[in-house]
């Protein structure tokens, strides 16, 4: 009997940037991925997962399997999937890419400046958040919050949601695959509350022990996922955005 199906619907670009970064995540062979049965104009088909409730077992294998994913790297910071031309996309909206020469140019140029034309066009972003915006960025390319920590592999959109515990062991779905900073997906992790995430860090440490301060920085690497949930939804995520803005403004 072949497998089930998981048949997805979207505009053909976003389609085949799903299907190129389960792709590169496969490729490096440290944590299961859903497999892409066909991609089309229209959909893209996925083997329709199973899934089981998580174990501390389960969560500790994926930390460590996280760390290798991110340790198998890219070509740079914001660099996408081999073969990919143009920029991504981060849930319905687009995400660039390019190649960054240092983490904090990826993120001020290419995350939070057009984070904020985006809020600025729906009428979020207060005179107050803008200034705190202009700051950050300038924090940002300053290179004040870089390290020498080259960039990774990562998922991109990891909240809780995009993990799939299955009898396989947690399995990732629905990326954003791009060259990166590892901190990022940790903090995506933590941002809707993913399960044993206390176990999936202490093994994340086991293969790659973090820098030092990393729990302060969950918030600064939570910001855009949290703007793009402002720019979608409205309501508290503004609230939290400018919050986040206000934080890492001045350190």
């Given at each position: ?11 053909p670009?976003?389609?085949?940037w ?8 496969a ?11 066909e991609?089309?104009?229209?959909h ?19 930390g460590?399997g ?10 740079a910071?914001?660099?996408p999937?081999?073969?990919w ?39 979020d ?31 991109g ?13 947690a ?7 791009h ?23 202490d ?10 301060g990393?729990?302060r ?10 703007g793009?949930?402002?720019v979608?939804?409205?309501g ?16």
């Amino acid at each position: 009997m072949g497998a089930q199906v998981f048949r997805k619907h979207a505009s053909p670009d976003a389609l085949r940037w799903e299907a190129a970064g389960l792709a590169w995540l496969a490729a490096a062979g440290a944590l299961p991925v859903v497999p892409v049965l066909e991609v089309a104009t229209d959909h893209l088909d996925l083997v329709r997962l199973t899934s089981v409730s998580p174990t501390p077992e389960a969560a500790r294998a994926f930390g460590a399997g996280l760390a290798r994913l991110h340790d198998a790297g890219a070509p740079a910071f914001g660099s996408p999937p081999p073969g990919w031309v143009g920029g991504g996309y981060i849930g319905p909206l687009p995400m660039a890419t390019g190649a960054w020469p240092t983490w904090g140019e990826l993120y001020a140029r290419a995350r939070l400046e057009p984070l904020g034309q985006m809020l600025r066009a729906a009428g979020d972003l207060t005179p107050q958040a803008a200034a705190d915006l202009d700051r950050l960025v300038g924090r940002l390319l300053d290179g004040e919050l870089d390290d020498d920590d080259r960039p990774a592999r990562l998922h991109g959109d990891l909240w809780s949601g995009n993990v799939m515990w299955t009898s396989d062991g947690a399995t990732l779905i629905d990326p954003a695959a791009h060259g990166g900073h590892r901190e990022t997906d940790l903090a995506m992790l933590a941002l809707f509350g993913a399960p044993c995430l206390d176990e999936v860090i202490d093994a994340y440490q086991t293969v790659h022990p973090l820098r030092p301060g990393w729990q302060r920085r969950v918030g600064l690497h939570q910001l855009f996922p949290v703007g793009v949930h402002a720019v979608l939804f409205g309501g508290g995520y503004v609230t939290r955005t400018h919050a986040l803005l206000r934080t890492w403004a001045s350190g």
